[in-house]
């Protein structure tokens, strides 16, 4: 089992953020007599992907609802639609992205051609 503190370094999260997945129902602790969280250490796997959850721009109740499906393989036809209207708009933003960074090289390219020489 492992302290708060522990498994938030491994995670790469704050404590705070940690009691906030718990306060959400996306994080489950057991408590010592003293009061003190212990955790699995599968919560720094589960805490690792509510994290990419929430970079996909799922919010809290988003993520507490596919997290069981996540277990059971069983999701709701209005879920998957959400999670593929997600999925989709990060595909819009990777090309979007891809595009401006393939435009920057192409600048670089012609800057570093007119680059004076060293006098």
Do not use: N, W
């Not at 609802?65 to 990060?90: F, N, S, W, Y």
């Not at 819009?92 to 060293?118: D, N, S, W, Y």
């Amino acid at each position: 089992m492992l302290r708060i503190g522990e498994v938030a370094a491994r995670a790469g999260v704050s404590v705070r953020a940690l009691r906030y997945y718990e306060e959400q129902g996306l994080l489950e602790a057991a408590r010592t007599p003293s009061g003190q969280r212990r955790y699995p250490e599968s919560a720094v796997g589960r805490v690792r992907f509510v994290q990419q959850l929430y970079a996909a721009g799922l919010s809290s109740k988003d993520v507490l609802e596919v997290l069981p499906c996540v277990h059971t393989g069983v999701a709701t036809p209005a879920m998957l639609a959400r999670l593929t209207k997600q999925r989709d708009g990060i595909d819009r933003q990777i090309a979007e992205l891809t595009a401006a960074r393939e435009r920057l090289a192409e600048i670089i390219r012609i800057g570093e051609q007119h680059v004076p020489a060293p006098a």
